[in-house]
């Protein structure tokens, strides 16, 4: 009865059965693992952004590479902005998904040592080759407050780093990059600038990381297992079905019985 199961037809049914069934889990450990990631992120910047401020050459120094565990950490700093050497990091959205630019500006501290600080996002000017229009950060010496960043880099964000861009314009937030081109010590990493706020709201402060949502994978990674469980069971559907038709087909292909002449 079950001898077309080793028809070509079949054996090439069952095969594609046995090749899903595993790609299929292997998909729902995959967003399961997501999952597990995004929930550790989410208590990494919790936690970070939760830590009592700290003096930032506490926690970097010139060449110094900021670790995962001190991302998003408070720091605060004491010294003077310097606009003079301000840079946009282009290509940059705000909150609402809007394209513009990041400003980027070395801050000068007691110690002599600079502290580059993403001051928020601006709106791009007409021209891309011009500067965009940048509000002033507060004059004189002063203290900020911002979340610790490690130095952006093309692996690790896939923004590509182009050549030839207009002058004060760059494309990745880089202390090795800032610090050749200011010719002085650049402390390792950034901050996004929590205080003091810009009076008029421009640049606009980058807003926290997002640490609440958790995404859809569990979802996903359920629904790949269910898809798992599916595949035997349509194949054994679709086995019964064949036998079924099988073992009606005789029947009605029989010849009905000749009648006998009168």
């Not at 693992?33 to 970097?60: C, F, M, Y």
């Not at 902005?81 to 940059?92: G, L």
């Amino acid at each position: 009865m079950y001898r077309f199961l080793l028809s070509r037809q079949w054996v090439i049914v069952t095969l594609v059965a046995l090749v899903l069934i595993p790609v299929m889990i292997e998909l729902g450990f995959w967003q399961l693992h997501r999952h597990q990631s995004r929930v550790a992120q989410n208590g990494l910047i919790a936690k970070s952004l939760d830590a009592k401020p700290q003096p930032v050459e506490r926690l970097t120094a010139p060449g110094h590479t900021v670790p995962r565990a001190d991302y998003w950490r408070p720091v605060t700093a004491r010294g003077t902005f310097d606009t003079e050497h301000e840079v946009v990091v282009r290509r940059r959205t705000n909150a609402d998904d809007r394209v513009g630019a990041q400003v980027l500006t070395p801050f000068v501290l007691d110690s002599g040592r600079v502290l580059l600080v993403n001051r928020g996002w601006v709106e791009s000017a007409a021209d891309q080759q011009a500067y965009p229009k940048v509000p002033p950060p507060p004059k004189g010496e002063v203290t900020l407050t911002g979340r610790l960043k490690a130095d952006e880099t093309t692996d690790a964000s896939g923004i590509k780093d182009l050549a030839g861009l207009p002058p004060r314009q760059t494309m990745l937030i880089n202390s090795e990059q800032q610090a050749k081109e200011l010719d002085r010590t650049v402390l390792g990493g950034y901050v996004e600038l929590i205080t003091p706020k810009p009076n008029d709201g421009s640049p606009e402060l980058v807003p926290e990381p997002d640490h609440d949502s958790i995404g859809n994978h569990m979802a996903y990674a359920v629904q790949w297992w269910l898809f798992t469980a599916g595949v035997p069971a349509g194949w054994i559907i679709l086995v019964r079905r064949e036998v079924r038709d099988r073992s009606e087909r005789p029947a009605e292909e029989e010849p009905e019985p000749a009648t006998a002449p009168a």
